[in-house]
């Protein structure tokens, strides 16, 4: 599926998980709420209404976070990330993510740190998962 036609809906989405391993990234993640007058195909919604599943980036060539070479491996750095901005193309990902830990679970005390993470790769897939739970 090309899930490029729907990276608009994920501001304000979320990243709940990133599985880096070897030349391979997969980031578990979550849209914003969105209606199902406001998509283009059909694609199936999760219980709550968002785009629910698993972006794959295959055959890494570079890895970018705020403009400098990153070379090790990516990971989830706090509690959750809140997507700011997300740009899908044929061979390269942008996502810009605000970090927040969460302090007593209330997040206008928690820490957050907004980065921008930059991957040119071979291949970019999205596996739609409407059934996910996240915990």
Not at 15 to 30: A, C, R, S
Not at 43 to 72: C, V
Not at 101 to 106: I, Q, V
Request: hydrophobic share 40%; proline share 1%.
């Amino acid at each position: 599926m090309d899930i490029a036609k729907y990276d608009g809906y994920f501001h304000d989405g979320l990243i709940y998980n990133i599985d880096h391993h070897k030349n391979e990234v997969i980031i578990t993640m979550e849209s914003s709420e969105i209606t199902d007058n406001d998509i283009e195909q059909q694609i199936a919604l999760s219980k709550h209404h968002t785009i629910a599943g698993k972006l794959h980036i295959e055959n890494i060539k570079t890895i970018d976070i705020d403009e400098r070479l990153f070379q090790e491996r990516l990971y989830k750095i706090y509690d959750y990330g809140e997507i700011f901005y997300l740009d899908i193309k044929k061979k390269h990902v942008t996502i810009e993510v605000t970090w927040v830990n969460l302090a007593d679970k209330n997040i206008e005390t928690g820490e957050t740190d907004l980065i921008t993470i930059d991957i040119e790769a071979e291949k970019i897939w999205w596996e739609n998962l409407p059934e996910m739970v996240v915990d």
